[in-house]
């Protein structure tokens, strides 16, 4: 075989015959002879083997990996399961337990990620040769008996590091290790877990809101009086041009149904504001495709959800017909189908379709949104 290393006699050098036949130790040996590899110390961690001591540094190791997976799955049922939809303060158990769910998928996931760390270094300090040796330098690539005698010297450390026969180790390391990955992937995927299709008669899926109408009954707009009782419903004379109103999805068949009542003011993609824009300014509206019918003469109803993160966009600036984010400063023309005029918001605030009962004179919602509330799951149509 070729010399790569002219410090080396060809003599020295056993052919690839004999290379194949050496056992690791051989190998070994050989690589730290020719690598002129002086080794100072290669001590045992554990020359007496099946000590107090040494299994009690196993069981350190085992601990924190057994409790990286115990807290990587615990991350994962807290991340899907525990109540993380808003809970109003009216109801203190549920929103304390709301009150919760953050703080609790960070201590989980990070207890984790600590558990993993910490048993990587135990392993390392209490069962890894702590060996200290000495190697000269040389340029050029690796040769193939460079390779091998590597290769040796690798397996020799996994071989020194009793890591074969430790499978108290081994098994947690892998448990904590899986569950970790498991809560990771959780973490990375959790937003794409529901099913943005389904669509269940309570509209819990992402197709459609609250705001959606079934079997013929009408969707009015309420607002929200700081009562959960009283139902306020709204009409055109109820308001003066340059006015806003905050309303939410009722139906009538929910008046006495207390926790329905609850779920309609409280679900993320309820709130819409109401507009009367003034007579002047109706004049210079400029609408969306395929929406031209959504309002209901000077009156004109988008989502509160800001399409850039979800905030609410509660503010209504009369003077200049905009509305305004207050998380990160996106704005809205209220005049112009509610498209984004500045900000870090892309996308246009989704238009509700209103209308009036002609029975009760209350305004309704004549269908449900036909894009995406808040940040999108799917491309708008039109």
Not at 143 to 159: M, P, V, Y
Request: hydrophobic share 35%; net charge negative.
């Amino acid at each position: 075989m070729s010399n790569d290393n002219p410090s080396r006699p060809d003599e020295d050098l056993p052919t690839d015959e004999e290379l194949g036949e050496m056992s690791r130790d051989e190998l070994l040996r050989l690589g730290g002879k020719l690598d002129e590899v002086q080794i100072v110390e290669y001590p045992d961690p554990w020359p007496v083997k099946g000590t107090r001591a040494e299994k009690r540094a196993e069981r350190v190791v085992a601990m924190w990996f057994g409790l990286a997976g115990l807290a990587g799955l615990a991350f994962v049922v807290v991340f899907l399961w525990w109540p993380y939809q808003y809970q109003p303060p009216n109801d203190p158990e549920a929103h304390f337990l709301y009150s919760l769910y953050t703080p609790l998928i960070g201590l989980t996931l990070g207890l984790s990620i600590l558990g993993v760390g910490v048993g990587a270094i135990a392993y390392t300090k209490k069962f890894l040769p702590h060996e200290v040796v000495v190697q000269q330098r040389h340029d050029g690539g690796s040769s193939e008996l460079d390779k091998q005698t590597a290769a040796a010297h690798l397996a020799d450390a996994g071989g020194r590091s009793t890591i074969a026969r430790r499978s108290m180790i081994k098994r947690s390391a892998g448990f904590g290790l899986g569950a970790f990955g498991l809560a990771a992937g959780v973490f990375a995927l959790g937003g794409f877990i529901r099913d943005p299709w389904k669509d269940t008669e309570n509209h819990e899926g992402l197709w459609h809101t609250r705001w959606q109408p079934e079997n013929g009954e009408k969707v009015f707009l309420r607002r929200s009086t700081g009562d959960a009782h009283e139902i306020s419903l709204v009409k055109p004379e109820d308001m003066e041009a340059g006015s806003m109103e905050t309303v939410f999805p009722f139906r009538e068949t929910d008046r006495h149904d207390e926790e329905a009542l609850n779920e309609a003011m409280k679900s993320a993609d309820s709130p819409v504001m109401l507009i009367r824009l003034r007579p002047d300014d109706a004049t210079k509206v400029v609408k969306r495709e395929g929406q031209e019918d959504f309002n209901f003469g000077d009156y004109y109803a988008y989502t509160k959800i800001c399409s850039h993160l979800g905030c609410p966009t509660s503010l209504y600036e009369q003077q200049t017909n905009r509305i305004l984010c207050p998380c990160h400063q996106s704005q809205f023309d209220a005049l112009h189908y509610a498209k984004p005029i500045f900000g870090p918001a892309t996308r246009a605030l989704a238009q509700l379709p209103i209308a009036v009962d002609p029975e009760t004179g209350y305004f309704y919602a004549r269908g449900d949104f036909i894009e995406a509330v808040g940040p999108a799951f799917w491309e708008r149509k039109s």
